[in-house]
Nanobody, 123 residues
Framework: QVQLVESGGGLVQPGGSLRLSCAAS????????MAWFRQAPGKAREFVAK????????YYTNSVKGRFTISRDITKNAVYLQMNSLKPEDTAVYYC????????????????WGQGTQVTVSS
C-alpha cells in the first residue's frame, strides 16, 4: 500500500507560479510511475503529467507542455509539479497518483491517490 499527500496549492495571479509537492510513503518501489491529475468543478478528472521512478521519462498533456515540469526526488520519496505561466483554466484540484509500471494516462489505471490540493488562478 502507498500513501500520498499533496501540498503547495493556493491562490495565484494569472502568469504566476506554484510548486506542488507529493510525499509518498508505504511500499513504493522502482517499478512505480508517478503522475499528476487535476479536476475542475463539474468536469472529469484530467491527466496532467507523469514520470517514471528514475525520472528519466516524462510525459505531459498538451495544454501544460512547456509551462509545467514534473520531477522527483528518490531520496525523499517525493514528486513535484512546477507550474509556471499559470492560466485561469488551470484552476482545479490537483491530485498525485501512483501506479505500477509506466505508460498509462487514465485515472482508472492508478490505484493510489492523494487527497488533492486546490490550485486557483484568478485576478
Amino acid at each position: 500500500q502507498v500513501q500520498l499527500v499533496e501540498s503547495g496549492g493556493g491562490l495565484v495571479q494569472p502568469g504566476g507560479s506554484l510548486r506542488l509537492s507529493c510525499a509518498a510513503s508505504g511500499r513504493t518501489s522502482s517499478s512505480y510511475a508517478m503522475a499528476w491529475f487535476r479536476q475542475a468543478p463539474g468536469k472529469a478528472r484530467e491527466f496532467v503529467a507523469k514520470i517514471n521512478w528514475e525520472g528519466a521519462l516524462t510525459y505531459y498533456t498538451n495544454s501544460v507542455k512547456g509551462r509545467f515540469t514534473i520531477s522527483r526526488d528518490i531520496t525523499k520519496n517525493a514528486v513535484y509539479l512546477q507550474m509556471n505561466s499559470l492560466k485561469p483554466e488551470d484552476t482545479a484540484v490537483y491530485y498525485c497518483a501512483a501506479a505500477v509500471g509506466y505508460g498509462a494516462t487514465r485515472g482508472t489505471d492508478y490505484p493510489y491517490w492523494g487527497q488533492g490540493t486546490q490550485v486557483t488562478v484568478s485576478s
